[in-house]
């Protein structure tokens, strides 16, 4: 009975482990492709602000209204967009720049 047992916890712990590596390419799935969300800080003017697009290949696809300076940008065909977001967040006149990521809400017991 003891093994049984434990041949069934031990392929719990595998169900469990396969499942959060599926978790985690579910949540690389998430974010839409090539897109990235930036906020640039306050004062920084519209030139300036068109002038990083320009250098970094950026189409912007919308200015958010309800946050100011905060752009949706589509890089180009083939960037590496983990990196572009690391070089954008060193840029002083921006406050970050993060990947468009889908989310969902989880459902919680109380």
Do not use: P, W
Not at 7 to 35: C, H, P, V, W, Y
Not at 36 to 55: A, H, M, N, T, Y
Not at 63 to 85: A, M, P, W
């Amino acid at each position: 009975m003891r093994m049984i047992l434990l041949i069934l916890m031990e392929m719990n712990i595998m169900a469990s482990f396969l499942n959060a590596e599926s978790e985690k390419d579910k949540l690389e799935e998430r974010g839409t492709q090539g897109e990235i969300l930036v906020r640039f800080k306050v004062g920084v003017s519209e030139e300036k602000i068109q002038s990083v697009f320009d250098q970094y290949k950026l189409t912007v696809i919308e200015k958010y209204s309800l946050v100011e300076n905060l752009f949706l940008c589509h890089t180009r065909e083939g960037q590496d967009v983990h990196q572009l977001i690391d070089v954008l967040n060193q840029n002083s006149e921006i406050e970050y720049a993060e990947s468009n990521q889908k989310v969902e809400a989880l459902d919680v017991e109380s």
